[in-house]
């Protein structure tokens, strides 16, 4: 097999046949030899190596590297590394080329455009084509200072009670972001370069943080950061099933419209409760009076459920919530210095999939 074909292989098995923007992607991120030894994953290192002619130590090396990029996965255990799969979806080859802090913040840049082109054109409308199952994969989170002041908080809805339920945590970088800025689509919230925000627990931090690609918190930086997300305007998302192990949750994005999630859903014309359920919570104007009409709100809002309404009497617009669009985020809460907006529960208990009815604190 010539090396041309060793990336459509990989194109192919990707889910994208044929796609030169993928193919671009590919060999911006894989060598020549790195990709023939990644074509012929899943397998030992020793298969690996009699597959491709490549001595088994320098297979060893190679594969090794390319663990402590991302693009691959050993099967056997962190520390061994003598069996290996690659990543099954494309996105999930993006993903970890730009969660990596290893990225030549100049070479990240060749990557940016490259990702970018590819996801854009082809790699969002195929992942929207995924999304939208029979029920959501996630569930929103409201800001925890949003809410802390309310009677009847559920542990379930309570982001600081649901980092206390995961043993391992890590903080590593978001992918969706820092390919958004090294493309040149700037972050409008926040700058991951500066402060990392995507959260993981159990074995998936394990692997990040042995990959050297997150950083371990304790329980009180992690709490401590969840409160830095909510001031940047950034979206906790939880697993959809309050009843789900703690052992299951593996990741906790905390989003923005840079999201690859939220991307998708809007260029399939997907609503986002097909694949985020809302929380019980609801945002609403509490006081015209006290709001002042700076539109931070309608800034904060992701999800485009407020806006600025003509009232009589006043010279300035006042906020109003639309209640049908709010995710029950209260990301606009905390960005209200007039503390115009508040939060009230609008749904039971058991709207959490997982939380019996009539549950209380």
């Known amino acids: 097999m010539t090396i041309p074909d060793v990336y459509d292989t990989l ?5 994208f046949p044929g796609s030169k923007l993928l193919r671009a992607a590919l060999e911006e991120t894989l060598n020549p030899t790195e990709a023939k030894l990644v074509e012929t ?7 690996v190596a009699a597959k491709t002619s490549v001595p088994e130590s320098e297979a060893k090396k190679v594969l090794d590297e390319l663990y402590f990029r991302g693009m691959v996965v050993p099967t056997d255990s962190l520390d061994s590394r003598n069996a290996y799969r690659f990543h099954g979806r494309a996105v999930d080859v993006m993903d970890s080329v730009f969660i990596n802090p290893r990225l030549d913040p100049n070479q990240g840049q060749t990557f940016g455009r490259k990702w970018q082109g590819f996801w854009k054109n082809e790699g969002e409308l195929s992942f929207a084509a995924w999304l939208g199952g029979k029920e959501p994969r996630a569930r929103i989170v409201p800001a925890y200072g949003a809410i802390k002041d309310l ?3 559920l542990p379930q809805e309570n982001f600081h009670e649901l980092l206390k339920t995961q043993e391992l945590i890590s903080v590593q970088r978001c992918a969706c972001r820092m390919r958004a800025d090294l493309s ?10 500066e402060t990392n925000h995507c959260l993981s627990f159990g074995p998936s931090a394990e692997l990040f943080i042995h990959q050297g690609v997150g950083k371990r918190l304790t329980l009180s930086e992690a709490i401590t950061l969840s409160e830095v997300i909510e001031k940047e305007g950034l979206v906790h998302r939880w697993v959809f099933r309050a009843d789900a192990s703690p052992s299951g949750m593996q990741h ?6 840079d999201c690859r999630i939220f991307q998708a859903l809007v260029r399939g014309g997907l609503d986002f409760t097909s694949e985020w359920q809302k929380s019980r919570y609801e945002a609403y104007v509490t006081d015209l009076d006290a709001c002042d009409g700076c539109q931070i ?3 904060r809002c992701h999800f485009d459920a407020i806006q600025m309404d003509k009232i009589p009497g006043s010279k300035r617009l006042k906020a109003a919530v639309d209640p049908e669009k709010c995710m029950g985020c209260g990301v606009c809460v905390i960005g209200c210095g007039q503390e115009a907006i508040k939060m009230q529960v609008v749904r039971p208990p058991e709207w959490i999939p997982g939380v019996p009815a009539g549950s209380s604190i």
């Open 11 to 15: 194109t192919e098995r990707l889910g």
């Open 41 to 47: 994953l899943p397998g030992t290192v020793a298969e």
């Open 151 to 153: 009677i009847g908080i």
């Open 184 to 193: 040149g689509d700037k972050c409008t919230h926040t700058r991951e370069t």
């Open 252 to 257: 906790s994005g905390q989003c923005c419209t």
């Open 297 to 299: 709100c309608v800034e």
